[in-house]
């Protein structure tokens, strides 16, 4: 790959913005990725990618975790994961692309304009949350936005939040990489990075812990959201002048 050095360096930035803005690095990681690789070696890089990512945030943020949001949230996921994942391979990656630009787009706008918007915590809202943030996982490569939205109805504690998204996120990644190693997402040309992405997993996460306990949230996430706002604009400009 051209540019490797970069690639590393933006992918250890999109797991610190991941870590500490509570969305994942998939928000970030997936459209930056797109300057570097086609869509669906996107898709398989990210789920291989989060599957390094979780663990190390399992393994930092070992407090604790909460058990029936692991269950309501965490099955629904899954399953709704696989169904994305396979519904990827009958739509054109350029196409995709163009989806992701939108979504990006939408789920930053709203979130940025509407910030004391919040999801009641019931055990729909719960099902739900997990089936559609799975969904866009499974097609797009990231639905940790959604995943973030419907955990923050449940006023966890920091480390629980984090941990518990990390559990739910790796099944998700887990479900997807068999069906995206079927659909012939993940090359052998690829695999050189799978070593690479576990460093910059557990080194974003350390680093994204140690600004999670020292700076405000709310600011680092307006940010964050300013920034893939930015990113989606971009995607959706490149989409139409590549």
């Known amino acids: 790959m051209d540019n490797l050095l970069l690639f590393i360096l933006l992918s250890v930035l999109a797991e610190i913005v991941g870590t500490i803005g509570g969305f994942g690095s998939s928000l970030l990681f997936v459209p930056l990725a797109g300057f570097f690789l086609d869509f669906h070696s996107v898709l398989g890089i990210t789920a291989l990618f989060h599957l390094a990512s979780n663990i190390s945030k399992i393994t930092l943020f070992r407090k604790g975790f909460d058990k029936k949001l692991i269950i309501t949230m965490g099955i629904p996921s899954v399953l709704f994961v696989l169904l ?70 449940f006023d966890l504690k920091k480390d629980i939040f984090i941990a518990t998204s990390a559990i739910i996120d790796l099944g998700i990644d887990f479900s997807r990489s068999v069906v995206y190693w079927s659909n012939g997402y993940i090359h052998r040309d690829d695999l050189y990075l799978i070593p690479i992405l576990v460093v910059v997993g557990f080194t974003g996460t350390y680093i994204g812990k140690i600004i999670l306990a020292r700076f405000s949230e709310s600011l680092f996430k307006s940010t964050v959201l300013g920034l893939i706002f930015i990113i989606g604009v971009i995607t959706f400009v490149k989409y139409f002048s590549g």
């Open 84 to 153: 994305g994942a396979y519904l990827s391979k009958l739509f054109d990656s350029r196409l995709l692309e163009l989806i992701l630009a939108i979504f990006l787009i939408l789920i930053s706008g709203v979130l940025l304009l509407f910030r004391k918007l919040v999801i009641r915590p019931t055990l729909v809202n719960s099902l739900g949350g997990g089936a559609l943030s799975g969904f866009t996982a499974g097609l797009l490569g990231t639905g940790g936005a959604i995943r973030g939205l419907t955990l923050a109805a």
